[in-house]
């Protein structure tokens, strides 16, 4: 049986998701399409605009098994973002790893870790100047957002002895970052959540278009969160060093909007997305943490991805919903999912304890 994998966040869900996921299905004839899904919050640690609930009903169109990467570790930088969802992959069985692409050449991963591996003095001098990993590394060679992001899933998956190849599938339409849409079909992510007006226009139709989750909602919250808690209750969380909690504090009194507080935060030893996932980790008061999450946490699945299940259910450590006191990675998802209730009049924990997403199967 030949199990095949990717790994999304779908912020939002698009046409470009939909083309992915169905090329996937065409090029590798696999048997099983397994998709490792972050949840509530990016490796960025932007909110997802959709629910994980909503995202895994739209996976589930073609793919066979949702399979959970919770917010605690999706919000990362891109090599733990790669070796959590690549790690996913693995204990699912995995054998292929699919992923959109800029250059569609997956001999440059191998090209760049030999430029990478032998320029280690030059990005350790330019972390000592201040500049960021990204940009630091930048510096060795010039990939696009998607190929850097697959640069660390082949580091992932050869640094600990994978037996998973890469795959890759070109991408199509406007690259990631672009303001205005020039493909008449397809446009990337960052452009829709710029302007929510184009979902309309550049996702499936059974993607629900109102049901969207605005960030501003969750500023109000954070902000009276800071104002109500003692600095030295940010020092020693997950992912603030380095003083960075206070000059988010400094800064969240004359902001009204996270955009706002992130434009006058970001620094050049700061970058944005290292802020916001400091923001994510304030907003949780999420502690520095043992990696012990060993299990399998399943968001759905159709009538094919089931068999496979139930065929290795000896040797999975499935979970079709959790509770409170597995492990703290979901602790974590509980409560992130108790603060969206509170704050949107969700019904998400509820659904956190429900039994996985089904459908028939899409073969």
């Not at 569609?104 to 000592?128: G, H, M, P, R």
């Not at 969240?252 to 006058?264: G, M, P, V």
Request: aromatic content about 12%; proline content about 2%; hydrophobic content about 35%.
């Amino acid at each position: 049986m030949k199990v095949v994998g990717t790994i999304c966040e779908y912020n939002p869900f698009h046409n470009g998701h939909l083309y992915h996921l169905q090329k996937i299905k065409e090029i590798s004839k696999c048997d099983i399409l397994v998709v490792v899904l972050s949840t509530y919050f990016t490796m960025r640690g932007e909110l997802s605009i959709h629910s994980p609930f909503d995202k895994t009903k739209y996976a589930l169109s073609e793919a066979d098994i949702v399979i959970s990467l919770p917010s605690i570790l999706a919000v990362n930088s891109a090599d733990k973002f790669a070796f959590y969802a690549v790690r996913e992959l693995n204990k699912i069985g995995v054998t292929e790893l699919y992923f959109g692409s800029e250059t569609n050449d997956t001999a440059i991963y191998k090209k760049y870790e030999e430029i990478f591996n032998s320029n280690q003095n030059i990005v350790k001098e330019e972390l000592k100047k201040g500049e960021s990993y990204k940009k630091a590394t930048s510096k060795l060679y010039n990939l696009m957002s998607n190929d850097l992001l697959g640069f660390a899933y082949y580091k992932a998956i050869k640094d600990n002895n994978y037996k998973i190849e890469i795959k890759t599938i070109k991408r199509i339409g406007d690259i990631h970052g672009v303001s205005e849409p020039i493909d008449l079909n397809y446009t990337s992510s960052s452009a829709i959540r710029k302007n929510l007006n184009l979902i309309d226009k550049y996702s499936p139709s059974f993607v629900d278009k109102t049901n969207i989750l605005d960030s501003s909602k969750l500023f109000t919250y954070f902000k009276f969160l800071l104002i109500n808690l003692n600095n030295k209750e940010f020092s020693n969380l997950n992912f603030l060093s380095e003083g960075i909690e206070n000059l988010i504090i400094k800064n969240i009194y004359s902001s009204h909007s996270f955009i706002e507080l992130i434009d006058k935060t970001t620094n050049k030893r700061y970058t944005s997305s290292r802020i916001r996932r400091a923001i994510f980790n304030m907003l949780f008061l999420v502690n520095k943490f043992d990696d012990n999450y060993q299990y399998t946490r399943v968001l759905g699945y159709s009538s094919n991805g089931k068999k496979y299940l139930n065929l290795n259910k000896k040797k999975l450590n499935i979970l079709t919903n959790i509770k409170e006191n597995i492990c703290y990675v979901l602790d974590l998802e509980l409560k992130i999912a108790k603060v969206l209730d509170n704050v949107y009049n969700t019904n998400f924990l509820s659904l956190e304890q429900s039994k996985p997403q089904t459908i028939e199967n899409n073969i």
